[in-house]
T-cell receptor, first 114, second 111 residues
Framework: AQTVTQSQPEMSVQEAETVTLSCTYDTSESDYYLFWYKQPPSRQMILVIRQEAYKQQNATENRFSVNFQKAAKSFSLKISDSQLGDAAMYFCAYRRGRDDKIIFGKGTRLHILP | KAGVTQTPRYLIKTRGQQVTLSCSPISGHRSVSWYQQTPGQGLQFLFEYFSETQRNKGNFPGRFSGRQFSNSRSEMNVSTLELGDSALYLC??????????FGSGTRLTVV
């Protein structure tokens, strides 16, 4: 069965600094999708970034970028120039195919220190 | 463009009762998925509906059921509520099954 592991329950970073959130996953599939979702106190899950496994290039969305290491089954999220609004729970997630369910990690709570 | 709307936002029920939660997807989205979020178990997949048919199902007991209407709106029902059913229930919609957009959830408390 596919699993997603986030080993850092909580992290803190100074405002304007860079932070990296870790995620590893386990799968025997060769084609799949990976995501990072953000859940602020408003509870709504917001898609931060997505990566298709067949793409070698790491996805980037403004201040958010990933380091996708397919062989190591690692998918870390880097947040540059951290802002107070980045404070939230961050979930790493995996989906096997377009029509399959999303499997989430346990989450990392990110605190931004002013 | 309106987002995914879940109603009600908060709900308090007594053990043994049943409850129905509603999810209105983004217009044009035909896939609706439901997730349960608890502090202990995290986010767990309940089921997914596409064009009124259940396409995927998670590992939850039969007390948890759902349906989807012709306008893509979806409901999930939990019968014979247990204390452990207290959770945030999230709904997500997508056009075909990718690019999910989540709602803000329904917080269910069972007392």
């Amino acid at each position: 069965a596919q699993t997603v592991t986030q080993s850092q329950p909580e992290m803190s970073v100074q405002e304007a600094e860079t932070v990296t959130l870790s995620c590893t996953y386990d799968t025997s599939e060769s084609d799949y999708y990976l995501f990072w979702y953000k859940q602020p106190p408003s509870r709504q899950m917001i898609l931060v970034i997505r990566q298709e496994a067949y793409k070698q290039q790491n996805a980037t969305e403004n201040r958010f970028s990933v380091n996708f290491q397919k062989a190591a089954k690692s998918f870390s999220l880097k947040i540059s120039d951290s802002q107070l609004g980045d404070a939230a729970m961050y979930f790493c997630a995996y989906r096997r195919g377009r029509d399959d369910k999303i499997i989430f990690g346990k989450g990392t709570r990110l605190h931004i220190l002013p | 463009k309106a987002g995914v709307t879940q109603t009600p936002r908060y709900l308090i029920k007594t053990r043994g009762q049943q409850v129905t939660l509603s999810c209105s997807p983004i217009s044009g989205h035909r896939s609706v998925s439901w997730y349960q979020q608890t502090p202990g178990q995290g986010l767990q997949f309940l089921f997914e509906y596409f064009s009124e048919t259940q396409r995927n199902k998670g590992n939850f007991p039969g007390r948890f059921s759902g349906r989807q209407f012709s306008n893509s709106r979806s409901e999930m029902n939990v019968s014979t509520l247990e204390l452990g059913d207290s959770a945030l229930y999230l709904c997500a919609s997508s056009p075909q099954g990718n690019g999910y957009t989540f709602g803000s959830g329904t917080r269910l408390t069972v007392v």
